[in-house]
């Protein structure tokens, strides 16, 4: 039985195995345009379909991470509740700073793409946890956020002017640098 577009989109009558394994491919598939080299429009594109989820698990993934190396337990609250005010405040002024140039963003797709796209800093900090080699540890960290910055650059100049690009990426590295540091 083929089914029209609108039944498609009811989704208050699915199981809710479904609604979960739809949400995961869903993450699967965005992590994926995170992590595979493409064209900066097709995962600028893809990455505006936004949802929390993804982010959410993301942020969780390296609170606990960075909560596991802490040297006691305060530190360690400290360590993972700092990684969920830096992801908010950070997308605040990205998507302030992207408004201010004329861009059109709003602030859940910019926290959808920034979140998903802390992926590799997120692998970094799981190996950087396994080494015990400082230099190691700075290589890891260093290529995660190269990989991660580089990762959202087709969302942000997609939602900037053309002659405005380098002001709307600036605060983008910026952000990813500060949750690398």
């Known amino acids: ?16 195995t479904e609604t979960i394994m739809r949400d995961l491919r869903s993450i699967a598939e965005k992590l994926v345009f995170v992590l595979m080299p493409m064209k900066a429009g097709d995962r600028g594109r893809r990455l505006k379909q936004w949802d929390l989820w993804g982010p959410l ?4 993934a390296l609170g606990v991470i960075l909560a596991a190396q802490a040297g006691d337990q305060e530190q360690a609250s400290y360590a993972f509740a700092d990684i969920f005010v830096t992801v908010w405040i950070g997308s605040t002024i990205v998507t302030l700073n992207a408004l201010l140039l004329q861009g059109t963003v709003s602030f859940f ?3 959808c793409v920034l979140g998903y796209c802390i992926f590799p800093l997120v692998i970094a900090a799981f190996f950087a946890m396994l080494m015990h080699v400082t230099w190691l540890k700075v290589v890891f960290v260093a290529a995660g956020l190269a990989w ?4 959202s650059v087709g969302f942000v100049a ?9 002001l709307g990426l ?4 910026l952000f990813y640098a500060a949750i690398a540091w």
């Open 1 to 16: 039985r083929s089914l029209g577009a609108s039944e498609h989109l009811r989704t208050l009558d699915e199981p809710v």
């Open 57 to 60: 698990l993301l942020c969780l």
């Open 109 to 111: 797709q910019t926290v």
């Open 148 to 151: 991660s910055a580089g990762a």
């Open 158 to 166: 997609e939602l900037v002017p053309e002659n405005r690009k380098l």
């Open 170 to 173: 600036y605060p983008v590295w």
